[in-house]
């Protein structure tokens, strides 16, 4: 399994920006997907996720209404769309897959993980 994110850069805080993660070697819809992040000397944190399907989501408190999770199945690809950054979005942000065919939307457990891409706001 391979996953590759991208998209990631420079933006100005209140600005917004799409990150992609395309998949590979796997049956896509095998596999709910999600997104993590890590910032400068801070632990790796859940962002957001999607089920196999795309029918069910599941966010961070800390990006509730301004991130959204999709996927495109077709295209094995997962999207991050970010509005309204904060300078506190700024991180490495890595896209992850777990094997579920569950409409259950995970936080944790994932197996695969992707290199990051790394988000920079500037304020």
């Known amino acids: 399994v391979q996953l590759q994110a991208y998209g990631g850069g420079l933006v100005q805080a209140g600005g917004s920006l799409r990150l992609s993660c395309a998949a590979s070697?796997?049956?896509?819809?095998?596999?709910?997907m999600g997104w993590f992040r890590q910032a400068p000397g801070k632990e790796r944190e859940f962002v957001g996720a999607i089920s196999w399907s795309g029918s069910g989501t599941r966010y961070a408190d800390s990006v509730k209404g301004r991130f959204t999770v999709s996927r495109d199945n077709a295209k094995n690809t997962i999207y991050l769309q970010i509005n309204s950054l904060k300078p506190e979005d700024a991180a490495v942000y890595f896209c992850?897959?777990?094997?579920?065919?569950?409409?259950?939307?995970?936080?944790?457990?994932?197996?695969?993980w992707g290199q990051g891409t790394k988000v920079t706001v500037s304020s």
């Open positions: 992850a897959a777990v094997f579920s065919r569950t409409l259950l939307v995970p936080t944790r457990g994932y197996s695969y």
């Open positions: 070697g796997v049956t896509f819809t095998n596999y709910a």
